[in-house]
């Protein structure tokens, strides 16, 4: 016959041994960590309708204006001139203020511009022109095959300390993020712990993964181990917080520049956004200057511009470097940063 089962002892029947005598406490429970939740970022599609509200600054200083002006018929001399104030005042610039105006002027009186209506049709239609409604503005932020291999996109971001570029390469990685894509950070404005710490927090609220050196690294050093990180792991982008220190232009062109040249030892920079504070107006664009003489910016992220009543700065900013827009933050919110589209930005500011 096959043996009896042998039944089991319930664990609380036995009987724990005595505890060791101890004049010792217990040592603590050591902490959990909670793993900090990765955020549902919102949809992409959507944040610029948003744009209207956030623009009243400018609509009231810029559009409103303008409109007042040109649907009120026929413009004397002293109304051409209060035209040209108000876009200079906008910060729109010399050169684009003459050309805005000269093409108004002459578009009034082929057209027989009669009615608010029509002025501000013609209006949209001058403005959305200027601001290059054909230059391509998507960010070059997806993978790319090079000899049979996965090859990441490489964006370096760069900007002067303050103007949010830590928080645009945040909200980037977030958009990317939201859209499926997998994303290196790669802290490398080393010389302020405050910016790793700060793009540490945004990977891991977005979900994504960073690489960063001790305060004081070199820079090139921890843009190119992002990078081979990037690489091995088969991510779809890195993007690369860079160092916005402005003391020289000499110390700020060897500093970019070497990254950058770093970093193309291994894979090729698809993209360099300038961060500018659109807040900032002229002192902004001496800013877009400099660092456009140092690396070859592809892209504008004007920031604040909610912030600002001279929208105009977009117009400037992309005459002077002869590159376009093709981000914009709206505020100070994680989901904050929209795709440029001149022809709701103008809407905006018109409506």
Excluded: C, Y
């Amino acid at each position: 016959t096959a043996p009896e089962a042998i039944p089991e002892t319930p664990a609380a029947s036995v009987p724990a041994a005595p505890a060791p005598e101890t004049d010792m406490a217990p040592a603590p429970a050591a902490p959990v960590e909670e793993p900090v939740p990765v955020e549902e970022p919102a949809p992409v599609g959507g944040r610029i309708e948003r744009l209207r509200g956030r623009l009243s600054k400018s609509r009231s200083a810029l559009g409103q204006g303008l409109l007042g002006l040109l649907g009120a018929g026929d413009l004397d001399e002293d109304s051409w001139e209060d035209v040209e104030d108000t876009l200079l005042v906008a910060d729109l610039g010399a050169a684009t203020t003459t050309e805005i105006v000269q093409r108004l002027r002459t578009e009034l009186s082929a057209r027989g511009v009669r009615t608010p209506e029509q002025a501000r049709a013609l209006l949209r239609e001058v403005l959305v022109d200027a601001l290059g409604p054909t230059s391509d503005r998507a960010v070059r932020a997806l993978p790319h095959t090079v000899d049979g291999a996965k090859q990441p996109a490489v964006v370096l971001v760069a900007g002067v300390n303050g103007t949010g570029k830590t928080t645009t390469t945040g909200k980037l990685a977030r958009v990317l993020v939201a859209q499926d894509h997998h994303v290196v950070l790669g802290a490398a404005d080393t010389f302020r712990a405050a910016a790793a710490d700060q793009l540490q927090t945004w990977s891991e609220r977005v979900g994504a993964e960073v690489v960063r050196g001790k305060e004081g690294a070199d820079p090139a050093s921890v843009a190119f181990d992002a990078v081979k990180r990037g690489t091995a792991s088969g991510v779809d982008a890195v993007l690369i917080d860079t160092a916005g220190r402005l003391h020289t232009k000499t110390g700020l062109m060897d500093e970019l520049g070497k990254v950058k040249r770093v970093v193309e030892k291994q894979a090729k920079v698809d993209e360099v956004l300038l961060v500018l504070d659109a807040t900032t107006g002229q002192n902004g664009l001496a800013q877009a200057r400099v660092f456009s003489e140092v690396v070859d910016v592809t892209g504008i992220v004007l920031t604040k511009l909610d912030g600002t009543a001279k929208g105009g700065i977009v117009f400037q900013v992309q005459r002077e470097l002869g590159v376009p827009v093709k981000l914009v933050g709206l505020g100070e919110g994680p989901d904050d940063l929209a795709p440029f589209e001149p022809g709701a930005f103008v809407d905006a500011l018109l409506t």
